[in-house]
Structure formats: C-alpha cells, structure tokens
C-alpha cells in the first residue's frame, strides 16, 4: 500500500435521537493510501456517509482519531477544520450542489477564488480542468442550463481543480442514468489514474464497486470487509 | 480576492430573486424619497416661518436692553438708537456687509377713537428701513398708503383693530400710553389697514414712525430693539459675536432670534424631533420589512450554505455574503431614493406647492402667519443624513440572518431540501 493519506483509528461516532442512543461508527480503523480509488459500500444506515463525513472534516468523531495527510482533525476548530476542507479536500455530492448563481466555470472557480489564487492562474486552472472533464466551451452555463451529467462533471471539475491531497464523492452516481454514471465513473477513474488523485466514495453502486480498486464493506458501524481487487 | 467572488454572488443572488429584490428596494427607495421630500418641505416651511416671523417680530440678531428679554419692560430701551445703529452697521461690514438695520420702539396702551377704545401694541419704525426687512409694507390694505419717513402722525392700525375702534382712512385716534412720567396722549391719523391674516396683529397692532413712538414713551432718541437682519441667516453667530464685541461696555443684550423669538424656535425644534420621531418609525418598519426579506433568502438557501461550508468556505465568509447583499441592496435603493427624492422636491421648489385647501389662505404658529403656499427647500444634512440611515438600516436588518447563516453545520445544512 502507498502512503496513508487517511487514518482512522478506533473511530466512534454516536448520535442521539430522542432519548435513543445510535451508534452510526463503532471503533473504526481504516488507512487509505495515495492515488487509492476506494469505496465504500453497504447497506443504509451501516455507516459510510458518517465515516466519509468524519473523513471530510464535515463531522466531529465521539472519540477515535482521524488524520488526513498526517494531519490529526481532532480538537481542530471551525475555522482550521475550513481550512482544510478548502486546501486539501475535495468533495462531490449525490445531488451536484452547484451553486446555482455561478456559472460552471465560476463554481469550478470558486474553491481557487476561496484559496485566493490569482486571476490568471485561475483561468487557466479551471478552463484545463473543465476541458478534461469534457465541458469545453459550456463554462457560461448555469446549472441549470446543464444535464445531471454534465452538472456532476463541473462537480468533479470543481473538486479536483485545487489539486486537493483527497477527493470524497458520496453517492456521486445515483442520480444520474446507468450510461452517465459509467461516463462520470470512466472521467473519475481516468483522472486517478492519470494526475495520481485519490477517490473515495460511499456508494451502493454496483457500478462503482465494479471500477474501485479496494471496496470495503461497512456493516452496523464496523468494517466487516476490506477487499484489494 | 475571495471578496470579489464572495461580492459576486452577493450581487448574482439579488438578481436571481430580482422580483424580490425589486419590492424590497422599490419599499427602501420609496420610503427614502417620501423622508426627502417631507424633510424639504419642512425645511422650507421652516425657513418661510422664521424668515417672517424673524423680519417682522425681531431680527437675526437684536440689540436690546439689557434684561429686556427676561423682564419685556417697554421703558427699558436702548439709548442713542441712530448712534447704536451706526455702531452695529460698521460692525456688519467686516461679517455681512449686505446685512441691513432698523430699530424699533414697542408702546403698549390704548388706543381711542370717537366711538371706541382699544388696547394696542404700537410698533415705531423708521418706514425707509422697515420696508426692507419685512413685509409690513405689503400688506397696506388698498386705499391705504404707507408710512413716509417724515410722518410723525400717522398711523397703520391692523385691519380688526380699525374695525373695533370703528374708524376709517383718515379718521383720528388718540393712543393713551405711560411715558416716562405721566401719562402721554398723542393724536395719529389713521394712514392705512394691515391685513396679515394674523389674530394678534390684525387685532391689536399699529404702526407709527420711529420719533411718534419714541415721543409716546417720552424717551426721544432710544429704541426697544435695533434688528439686524441678513441674507445668510448661517451668519448669525458670526454676527452676533461682531455686534456684541462693537457694543463694549453698553448695557445692552445682543441675541440671536432663536433667544429673542424662544417660542417660535421652540416650535422648529419640537416640530423637527417629532418629525424625526415619525422618520424613526417609518425607518424600522422598512428595516423589518428588510430584515423579512433578508431572512427569507436566507433561509431558502440553507442548503446552499451548508455546501460551500463544506467546500472550505469559513463562516465569516458566509456572514460576508449575506452582509453584502445587505450592503449592495441598501446602495441601490438608496441611490434610487435620493434621485427620487430629488426629482420630487425640484418641482414644488420651483412651483410651490398649496396647502390652501387644506389649512386656509393662512395658518398662524407661534404669532406669526405661514403662508399657504410652501416652496421646499434643500436640507442637505437631513437628506444625505437620511440617505445613510436608510442604507444603515438594510445593513443592520441583514446583519441577523448573516450571523444565523453563519452558525450553519454543513452536514446538517446539506441535508435541508
């Protein structure tokens, strides 16, 4: 295995809800590697969103550790767990989430805008980046000027753009047909394999589990399964 | 950087919602505009007021005796009135050369007629001068004529006046006054009418030239006030600092009108803080419509939120966002309700506009008569002033949901439909 480019070690997640308590993480451990394409897989409410959002610095663990590029995220406040977000994770969601006054070359923009890149070395970031995920010449749309696909490409585009250490993709093909999907699975895998970006997805797909490398199986909060093809 | 993208969406998300947009900012800028044009007609029926009341009852600045003010003695009197004018006009010259002067003597008595008697506040004053501080001269009912310098017998008894005492042009009145000794009873021809359409002066004053009033009181030469009156009604201070530094050691007491005239000031000044009370009002009402809106927006875009703090952005950035929109709207419609302002005061300062309708050909206030007719006139301060509260109020009203925004989990948010 390369590099470890995610840790998790004894990772607890607890909700509550009422007065029930639920255990969405039961002491989780899981090393990702540099340039890995992995899923992981398993049946609602068996934990992958929850460990993807922990891994994402979108979510505090009850206790455990998780590092990011050695980074351990917890104890990090608001303010440095942003930072992270914005320097060295890239995300895509199930339902796109464009934000929908920018234009599709604006929203592949905005996480360099964020960063404060300069002008110049944005354009030319993002219209390379649009024309490698197949988007040249519709970098004025709207979202909604655009297909599903081609909103979940400018998803893509804008969670690569930056160059992140890591790219979390949550569902990224379960709104789209089975041929968008394949097409968007194709571009994901061709820049992994390619520019060296590492994926990780949470996914029922059988599409997805079809071109990971490693899936690993979640089952009530644990890793039952952890599979290298 | 990051808040030229932040200002664009900002900017992107107002006209999106631009119908919304629209009715909040048309909401500002209308109520803006009508704080304008009600602040400028104010101004002018303020400036109309005091100009009048001013011209007729004192003086930007006057020179009295001292202790006149406070006690309102009509044997206190400024000894020397033409050497005191003297004095005051070369201490004008250095201040407000165009700045003009007239004394005035006030005898209070009764005023006899062959059928009739009537008490009287007689007014001494040097006609050449008056006619070029008030309005006095105009409102000589026709037939009558004005007062000639010269003419130590006649008289201008206020319309109502003439008509309890029963007497016609030309007809003799005896005024019955306490001079300095004894009692004075000095005859007046009656000259002319003065309808001003006020109560008080219509009813009980009259004008005689300056040495016939003097000569009523047995005090040649003095006077009860010498008024200072100016095109630039700003100078007053200056002046007053002028004319008092030129008086040295006389007993005299050098005021501004607002000390001279306390009640009419009074007026302006309650009236203004009423006025602005009601602005206050119609500012939060605004502001709550703002911060409805504001609100709203935000709310309908949680989700939103909730993904670019998740991409990185920081919760500042968010609160930034929403502050800006706050910021460009309150700039927009606030721009828009200066220009209306503006083009809705041009032309009542131009044409004037009537309240004839609905107050009558006059009103009185504070003794002195406003004329139907107002033509407003620019209140810079109060417009720009209310521009800025305008524009401060949207912030303010956006500044609420900004820190709610602000506050967004983004995994939480993300999960809002």
């Known amino acids: 295995m390369a590099d470890s480019i995610v840790q998790v070690r004894q990772l607890v997640r607890t909700y509550q809800q009422g007065s029930i308590e639920v255990k969405a993480l039961r002491g989780v451990d899981l090393d990702i590697g540099t340039g890995e394409f992995t899923a992981l897989m398993g049946p609602s409410g068996s934990g992958k969103t929850t460990l993807l959002n922990q891994i994402g610095a979108l979510d505090t663990p009850t206790s455990g550790s998780v590092k990011i590029d050695g980074q351990e995220l917890v104890g990090l406040d608001k303010v440095a767990r942003s930072s992270l977000r914005l320097n060295r994770i890239g995300f895509v969601f199930q339902a796109y989430n464009l934000i929908p006054v920018l234009s599709a070359y604006e929203n592949a923009e905005f996480v360099l805008m964020m960063r404060g890149v300069g002008e110049a070395e944005r354009r030319d970031k993002v219209m390379a980046t649009l024309a490698a995920v197949g988007l040249a010449g519709m970098e004025h749309r709207l979202p909604g000027e655009l297909s599903g696909g081609q909103q979940q490409r400018v998803a893509v585009a804008r969670a690569i753009v930056g160059e992140p250490a890591l790219v979390l993709a949550d569902e990224p093909t379960a709104n789209l047909d089975s041929k968008t999907g394949y097409e968007l699975l194709d571009l994901m895998r061709t820049l992994n394999e390619e520019r060296g970006v590492t994926f990780v997805f949470a996914t029922h797909d059988p599409k997805v589990m079809e071109a990971a490398r490693r899936v690993v199986t979640l089952v009530d909060g644990r890793i039952a399964e952890d599979l290298v093809k | ?417």
């Open chain 2, 1 to 417: 950087m990051a808040s030229a993208g932040l200002l664009r969406i900002a900017a992107r998300n107002l006209r999106k919602n631009l119908r919304r947009t629209l009715i909040t900012g048309s909401a500002i800028a209308g109520g803006l505009a009508l704080l304008i044009w009600t602040g400028n007609l104010q101004e002018g029926s303020y400036s109309s007021l005091i100009r009048r009341g001013v011209s007729t009852m004192a003086g930007h600045v006057v020179v009295q005796a001292e202790g006149y003010q406070a006690e309102q003695d009509m044997h206190m009197l400024v000894e020397g009135a033409e050497s005191t004018e003297g004095e005051v006009q070369a201490a004008l010259s250095a201040v407000a050369p165009d700045a003009r002067v007239a004394s005035r003597v006030l005898v209070q008595g009764l005023l006899q007629s062959t059928r009739n008697t009537s008490g009287v506040a007689l007014v001494g004053i040097e006609p050449s001068a008056e006619a070029t501080v008030s309005d006095w001269h105009e409102k000589v009912v026709d037939g009558g004529e004005w007062l000639a310098d010269d003419d130590t017998q006649g008289v201008l008894l206020g319309e109502k006046l003439a008509e309890s005492l029963e007497v016609e042009l030309g007809d003799k009145v005896v005024l019955m006054a306490q001079g300095e000794d004894e009692v004075v009873h000095r005859l007046f021809r009656v000259r002319g009418l003065l309808r001003t359409g006020v109560a008080d002066i219509d009813g009980f004053m009259a004008l005689a030239t300056l040495p016939a009033a003097q000569a009523a009181l047995e005090r040649p030469g003095a006077a009860t006030m010498v008024t200072i009156h100016l095109d630039d009604p700003a100078l007053v201070p200056e002046v007053r600092t002028a004319v008092a530094g030129a008086m040295g050691e006389r007993k005299v007491e050098v005021l501004p009108w607002q000390e001279a005239l306390p009640e009419m000031y009074q007026f302006t000044v309650l009236d203004r803080q009423s006025a602005q009370a009601m602005f206050f009002i119609i500012g939060v009402i605004v502001a709550m419509g703002v911060l409805n809106t504001v609100l709203m927006s935000v709310m309908e875009r949680v989700r939103e939120f909730g993904v670019m703090l998740a991409l990185g952005t920081r919760p500042r950035q968010i609160f930034r966002i929403i502050l800006y929109e706050g910021i460009v709207l309150g700039f927009l419609a606030t721009s828009v309700g200066l220009a209306l302002g503006i083009l809705t005061t041009l032309p009542g300062m131009h044409w004037g506009i009537d309240f004839g309708a609905m107050m009558g050909d006059n009103v009185e206030v504070a003794g002195v008569t406003m004329d139907a007719m107002v033509y407003p006139e620019w209140d810079w301060g109060g417009t720009f002033g209310s521009c800025a509260i305008a524009w401060l109020m949207t912030v303010l009203a956006a500044l609420w949901p900004a820190w709610h925004a602000s506050r967004l989990e983004p995994v939480q948010a993300m999960r809002q439909v």
